[in-house]
């Protein structure tokens, strides 16, 4: 981490004290345990034979999508990546769902048509990826375009890695956020690597350089930091709000596992894991909790257990769920009418402030939580 | 299948291009939620001037000038769509859809199968050759988009359907690929309903009814094929598709039934086309009514060449068409 960053994270941090009650920072550690233990469940039923294809995670991101989508309100939207499984927690997927999007079950988020962390739950405010990078910062565009258009004070946000700031497609969906400046926040994750990749091949200058050349501003952030990443995504989607256009923020993460559970990251020198092992997001949360905040060791370690039993609970439930019947198959390739997304639940505190109209949110509630 | 084109209380005779702008002009001013997208259409009017004053008529917003970037012009319409507008992306040549490609078959083609996530978009694709804009402004990509499902494709042929299929795909909950002949834009003029006026998508029409061959066709062929059968002065049936996807299966294999004969002609290159794919389905579901091979008639597969001696060796002409006729309704 550079000094200069070093520097914005603290003032992040002292500027996310104003905004997080203690049951928000509950909340920002639950989901990360929850993204870290549905993955984690997720890995053993890959290796027991019961994913199909291959599996992917986030394992020390989890900071990232967690802190950065808890900003959102209701009716803001999301094109959440691969590595943001806390995203979809945040926004009230269930981790059941996940497990059996992942296992190809009928009650997988997708149902079955697409496995992977390329789903979203059209009820809950968001747009799946496709695997091609960065397609969903151009989509993402478009739905900030509209609410601009309309003059609605809402924000859409996508994620991406490093490796897709090398395509093509990202200077044109940077390009075109500028021009019109669009209430949208870019969530850039540079975890080291793409694939194999690392980022001195990827690039010559660091992407978050370019953001002022697309005449909106960068920030780099420690992507470790659970605060400090929600501090950046809280005022860029203010920002976005108030009608001054995008933020592209750089989390400086590491990705922990190999690319897909196929890859066994020879690439990587073991000391650089180590040394990232020792920046690991949901264990420094767990210390800032007690040292901090006021949170006792055994209510830290309570939330640990209640997750660890609610993802046990949710991968039953996701083993019970059957495969898809074949002829869904051939269903659904057009649509017969046009739908708006529902909502996703907003667990900030802010948001439970304002009498805020929902549709999706209320159907969700209820069962996002882990307590 | 219909016959003719729906009558209307007020009619008037305008070009194919004229009919497109008016079926924008209509959608747009019935509906807030339309509005177009893509690379000079707003100042300027569009390459074609298919826009020409959309601007002063309904603001800048609704007729958004953007960067050279194709991929940016289909991604921020599926957002947009997928939010409650309506787009309408003007490609400034069909051809320039490789590079928004991905966008329109990877995300926009995909997302109602995997996620019932509706794009209600239209990308209009000026499309076609015959004035040497050479090989990356005169194809015919209709086939590139037929190989992605999820994709709608239209094809006019007539100044009405021009209008009346514009303002079907506009208001259709999917991704629409909407093919113009360029060819067409100030070649073809006829009578064109005012006002709202659609024609639904996934239905042939009877251009010229015949009883000794049919010829398949759509967009310019169309006009080359009715041409060809007034020349030669015989029972031909031409059936113009209008909708590549969905296709009019039930209205291809009536005619056939009728004839006995068909000829599937197209100006797009010959491999794995639309050509193909009917002469196949025709095999497949007709054999018993044919009375000879199902023949095509296409351009090569070759690019599209510049010089005009060139290009004519590549386009099929009016003498090919005629000849391509004559051999079946001799067989």
Redesign the interface.
Same mark, same amino acid.
Request: proline share 6%; net charge negative; no cysteine.
């Given at each position: 981490m550079s000094d200069a960053s070093a520097v914005a994270d603290r003032r992040a941090r002292d500027a996310a004290r104003a905004h997080l009650t203690r049951e928000d920072r509950g909340s920002l550690f639950r989901y990360m345990v929850m993204m870290r233990a549905s993955e984690e469940r997720a890995v053993r039923l890959y290796k027991q034979g019961k994913i199909p294809g291959s599996f992917y995670d986030g394992r020390g991101q989890e900071a990232i999508s967690v802190g950065a989508s808890f900003v959102l309100g209701p009716r803001d939207?999301t094109c959440i990546l691969h590595r943001d499984l806390g995203a979809h927690l945040v926004r009230g997927v269930t981790p059941d769902r996940y497990l059996a999007n992942y296992m190809g079950r009928v009650d997988g988020v997708?149902g079955g048509?697409?496995g992977n962390l390329? %789903? #979203?739950d059209?009820d809950l405010g968001s747009? #799946?990826m496709?695997? @091609?990078l960065p397609? @969903? &910062?151009?989509? =993402?565009?478009? @739905? #900030?375009?509209? %609410?601009k *258009?309309r003059g609605e004070p809402r924000v &859409?946000m996508t994620f991406f890695g490093e490796g897709s700031t090398a395509n093509?497609?990202w200077h044109?969906?940077m390009? %075109?956020a500028g021009?019109h400046r669009l209430p949208v926040v870019f969530i850039l994750e540079n975890n080291r690597f793409a694939y194999s990749t690392p980022n001195e091949l990827e690039f010559a200058v660091d992407p978050v350089e370019r953001a002022h050349t697309y005449g909106f501003p960068g920030l780099n952030v420690d992507g470790n930091d659970v605060e400090a990443v929600f501090e950046a995504a809280r005022e860029a989607t203010e920002r976005a709000r108030a009608g001054d256009g995008p933020t592209l923020i750089e989390c400086q993460t590491m990705r922990m596992h190999g690319h897909g559970a196929h890859d066994d990251m020879r690439y990587v020198p073991k000391e650089m894991v180590a040394e990232w092992e020792g920046r690991d997001p949901i264990d420094r949360y767990a210390e800032r909790l007690v040292s901090d905040f006021g949170f006792s060791p055994s209510e830290v370690e309570q939330i640990r257990g209640e997750v660890g039993t609610y993802v046990d609970e949710c991968a039953a439930k996701a083993l019970e769920s059957p495969m898809p019947e074949p002829q869904l198959a051939r269903e659904?390739? %057009? =649509?017969?009418?046009?739908? &708006? *997304?529902g909502d996703g639940r907003a667990p900030w505190s802010r948001w439970s402030q304002y009498d805020v109209p929902t549709n999706g949110a209320s159907r969700a509630a209820g069962n996002g939580e882990a307590t | 299948v219909t016959v003719t084109a729906a009558a209307s209380s007020t009619t008037g005779e305008m070009t194919y291009l004229a009919a497109i702008s008016d079926a924008l002009r209509f959608e747009m001013a019935r509906d807030p939620s339309v509005?177009c997208l893509g690379e000079d259409i707003g100042a300027f009017g569009g390459a074609f001037k298919v826009t020409d004053g959309f601007v002063e008529e309904f603001g800048a917003?609704r007729c958004l000038d953007? /960067?050279l970037?194709e991929?940016?012009i289909? !991604?921020?319409?599926?957002?947009?769509?997928?939010? !409650?507008?309506k /787009?309408v992306c003007e490609m400034q040549f069909a051809d320039f859809i490789s590079c928004g490609f991905?966008?329109l078959v990877?995300?926009a083609a995909?997302?109602?199968?995997?996620?019932?996530?509706?794009? /209600?978009m239209v990308v209009r694709l000026p499309s076609g050759g015959g004035f040497s804009g050479g090989p990356f402004h005169s194809q015919n990509p209709e086939a590139w988009f037929l190989q992605a /499902?999820?994709l709608?494709v239209v094809a006019p042929a007539t100044a009405a359907d021009a209008k009346g299929l514009l303002i079907s795909a506009i208001r259709d909950?999917?991704p629409v690929c909407y093919l113009e002949h360029k060819g067409l834009y100030r070649h073809v003029k006829g009578e064109v309903p005012a006002g709202d006026y659609t024609v639904p998508l996934g239905e042939a029409r009877v251009a010229r009814e015949g009883g000794e061959l049919t010829v398949v066709a759509y967009g310019s062929s169309v006009h080359l094929a009715l041409h060809a059968a007034e020349e030669l002065g015989e029972d031909i049936e031409v059936l113009d598709l209008r909708s590549l996807c969905p296709l009019d299966r039930e209205g291809i294999l009536a005619s056939v039934r009728k004839t006995s004969k068909a000829l599937v002609a197209h100006e797009a290159t010959r491999a794995c086309g639309v050509g193909a794919e009917v002469a196949a389905l025709i095999t497949e579901e007709a054999f018993e009514d044919l009375d000879a091979p199902v023949r095509r008639l296409t351009a090569p597969d070759v690019p599209i060449p510049f010089s005009p001696p060139l290009e004519q060796a590549t386009l099929p002409q009016l003498e090919d068409m005629k000849e391509a006729c004559r051999e079946l309704l001799a067989y």
């Open positions: 939207r997708t048509k697409d390329h %789903f #979203a059209r747009v #799946a496709v695997s @091609m397609d @969903m &910062a151009l989509v =993402a565009n478009g @739905m #900030a375009l509209a %609410f *258009l &859409a093509g497609q044109e969906g390009n %075109f021009i659904g390739v %057009f =649509a017969d009418r046009w739908e &708006a *997304l | 509005f917003d953007t /960067p970037a991929n940016a289909i !991604g921020a319409a599926v957002g947009a769509a997928i939010e !409650g507008l /787009p991905d966008q990877n995300v995909k997302l109602h199968y995997r996620q019932g996530v509706a794009v /209600p /499902p999820g709608k909950p999917n």
